[in-house]
């Protein structure tokens, strides 16, 4: 399974240094030198790694056979795709890949259905679902410890404790005015 760990930015350098959008929990192991990455598009690649390092908070990567900063140029907005086994876990527990979270069901904690995942937006605050209702609409729902609170790789399923007016429209709104209303109408 093909995966995209990063997308190359602009040049960094006139020794062939690239700055790299990071989109992988684990760069350490997927950016590391020596790994050669598959790109789209695929005419850029494939790209083996030659260095790696951090600059001003930033992963600069150099790869083989790009020595100048035209090369490096030429590169810019070419995604890096690594070769995953569908099998593979991330290191960490409560942690997962995209793939292992996408058509997982969607139900609350008292086993109503939600529907299913079709998407995990990356988000800089959290991580959202996108998940497709039975009737076809869709609902975000924050991927969060107090909202999903099990993800069942073994029986595919996402079990989730929503917040009033997360999943339908019963939110409760708490507002003085409305207080002050009803006190007008007695």
Known sequence: MQLVVAR???AHGIKGEV???VRTDEPELRLAPGVVLATDPASTGPLTIATGRVHSGRLLLRFEGVDDRNA???LRNTLLIAEVDPEELPE???EY???QLIDLDVVTEDGAEVG???EVSHL???DLFIVERPDGSEVMIPFVEEIVTEID???QRAVIAPPPGLIDDQAEIASSRGAADSKDAS
């Open 116 to 118: 299913r995942i079709t």
């Open 8 to 10: 190359i930015g602009r």
């Open 97 to 99: 890949y995209d793939h």
């Open 92 to 94: 960490g527990e409560d």
């Open 153 to 155: 790789l073994e029986e």
């Open 19 to 21: 700055t790299v959008e």
């Open 72 to 74: 490096a140029e030429a």
């Open 124 to 126: 800089p605050s959290q």
